[in-house]
């Protein structure tokens, strides 16, 4: 016999059991049926039907229950995976945001539905340095938004100014460290004095109530070089009252590895603020073994009770300037290539990149070491053949050595060439991708390859399939469901973004259909400017702005 209280809580369970009942026709903007939703937490999988109105998801029903529901766009999405829109945590598309090609089609293409900015250098709080050391100062468009976002809200006006310009992707971004730095300090080397400190924290609490996620460091490349630990800590605790986080691509990522992780830590715990390292990698061969010590480092730290994670991508490859071999101090005050242009200076320039910095820190092209470092972006007819060699190839062309190559090249394209720096391990990417406290990020902008002039990183293009097809579906690094999790919802927790990176009743509909089958990663390293295979269709706020391989304007 069931005693009473045992037949209440029966009858109440009973009643919470949802009950299977016709749907009342209804009229949907959007209806996606028969996909395989992975809903982005890391579930597993699961056949159904999704409902789109505005810019919401108002439906998930089971698989073919809204095949008759009415709606402008429907989509029979049998045989294809449907995901969250996957949030791009580390984005560089700061020009085209702002004042250019706002569709940004390699990433929509791969089923980016947000942009993050923020490593290192933001365009706000504007000040002219500010906008010299992104190399803007001599562009048109810049000069027709100069001033735009100086002032006490000077961010919040650049965020605005992203939304008006006509994009294709919902943006954010922390504040640049290297800004605050300049907008108190300049470009100068020393450590800030008192006022100084004050103006770099009243900058980042203006930032924080503008609605950034936090401050992003970038701490090899002057003048965020020059920044002291003491001066992280101050900035970081001026955000920490509004939940802020400490995002960092750290003083090195080879040799003095692990000690700049140890400082990354203690900026967080002495800030009082969460951290997040940008593109974890071990960089050079000679210190591929300290990948299981970081790692360990990170775990013993978070079993203590500190918030600390990290981003990749899954390329063994970086990217940045070329011109960051050279030794911070030569860039002080804004005087590169006045430096490389004085023969002692540039001789003692010369010198120190021959036989290693006198600061203690590693430059990129040693550790990849010359071969290991491929030129791009060139501008001036005369060296364009040169685009995409090896640096040692491009030396020897020349017939110099390759650091007086490098400075040649640095001061006839004025310090604006990129290079691909192949320096980390296939074992340990796979490793550190598996840890659980990764997330995702492209450090690419977005490009149209109808219009590209110049060779790029295929990172631009393929970050995503490349993780969730090669890694995932054909290697089982992770699951396809983790892989998806790590770029979706653990990056909109990471930044607490609300109502994204779910397939989930009232989320927003940020959405990427693919073919788990096909979605593959085109792009290459000698030929980048290739669209991702496998990506149907991408919904940002419920907008179709991907069809079918081409973007469809919106």
């Known amino acids: 016999m069931m005693r009473p209280f045992t037949l209440l809580a029966a009858l109440t369970l009973i009643a919470c059991v949802p009950r299977s009942t016709p749907l009342a026709p209804q009229r949907y903007d959007v209806v996606i049926t028969n996909a395989r939703i992975y809903d982005g937490a890391g579930n597993p999988w699961y056949y159904g039907d999704v409902a789109v109105s505005g810019d919401r998801i108002v439906r998930i029903a089971p698989r073919g229950a809204l095949a008759s529901a009415q709606a402008p766009r429907k989509i029979d999405a049998t045989g294809l995976a449907l995901a969250p829109g996957f949030i791009d945590v580390q984005g560089q598309s700061y020009e085209q945001l702002l004042f250019g090609d706002g569709r940004l089609v390699s990433k929509v293409s791969q089923g980016v539905t947000t942009e993050i900015l923020g490593e290192g250098t933001t365009p706000a709080p504007h000040t002219p340095i500010v906008y010299s050391e992104m190399g803007w100062s001599d562009t048109t468009a810049a000069r027709a938004i100069s001033g735009r976002f100086a002032g006490e809200h000077g961010f919040g006006n650049w965020l605005d100014a992203m939304a008006a310009h006509g994009i294709s992707v919902n943006v954010g971004s922390f504040l640049g460290a290297a800004t605050v730095r300049m907008y108190a300090k300049g470009e100068s080397q020393g450590a800030a004095n008192a006022a100084e400190l004050d103006s770099m924290r009243a900058v980042t609490r203006r930032a924080m109530e503008d609605g950034a996620f936090g401050v992003g460091s970038a701490l090899i490349y002057p003048p965020g070089a020059f920044m002291s630990t003491e001066e992280l800590i101050e900035t970081a605790k ?3 009252p509004y939940g802020g986080l400490y995002i960092t691509h750290m003083r090195s990522e080879g040799d003095r590895l692990l000690e700049a992780t140890a400082e990354a830590l203690r900026i967080g715990r002495e800030g009082g603020v969460p951290v997040e390292i940008f593109h974890l990698k071990v960089a050079g061969q000679r210190n591929w073994a300290k990948a299981r010590p970081l790692v360990t480092m990170i775990d013993s730290a978070r079993r203590a009770g500190q918030d600390v994670g ?22 002080a005050d804004g005087k590169l290539l006045a430096n490389l242009a004085d ?9 120190e990149m ?5 600061d203690n820190s590693e430059s990129l092209c040693e550790l990849g070491t010359p071969n290991g470092v491929m030129v791009v972006g060139f501008r001036d007819s005369t060296l364009k053949r040169f685009e995409g060699m090896r640096l040692d190839e491009i030396a020897r062309a020349m017939s110099l050595d390759w650091a007086d190559a490098l400075i040649e090249l640095t001061l006839r394209e004025r310090a604006r060439l ?11 990417l796979r490793m550190q991708l598996r840890q659980p406290w990764i997330i995702i990020g492209t450090d690419a902008d977005g490009i149209d390859p109808d ?3 110049s060779m790029t990183h295929p990172r631009g293009y393929g970050t995503y399939p490349q993780l969730i097809g090669q890694l995932s579906r054909d290697e089982g690094v992770m699951s396809m469901e983790e892989a998806i999790r790590k770029s979706t919802s653990a990056v909109a927790e990471r930044l607490r ?7 989930q009743e009232g989320m927003m509909a940020d959405l990427v259909l693919f073919d788990p089958v096909a979605i593959a990663d085109r792009a290459t390293y000698v030929r980048p400017h290739a669209i991702a295979a496998g990506v149907r269709n991408v919904f940002v706020n419920g907008v179709e702005t991907w069809r079918d391989g081409r973007h469809t304007g919106a």
Do not use: Q
């Not at 023969?343 to 010198?351: E, F, Q, S, T």
């Not at 990129?418 to 340990?428: H, M, Y």
């Open 354 to 358: 021959i036989a290693g910095r006198s």
């Open 418 to 428: 990129g290079a691909l720096f192949f320096l980390a391990s296939d074992e340990n």
């Open 343 to 351: 023969a002692p200076v540039r001789k003692r320039i010369h010198d």
């Open 238 to 240: 001026a955000m920490a």
């Open 451 to 453: 219009s590209a002039r």
């Open 497 to 503: 973004i609300p109502n994204r990176g779910l397939i």
């Open 310 to 331: 990290a981003t990749m991508y899954p390329y063994t490859a970086g990217a940045t300037s070329l011109a960051s071999c050279t030794p911070p101090w030569a860039s």
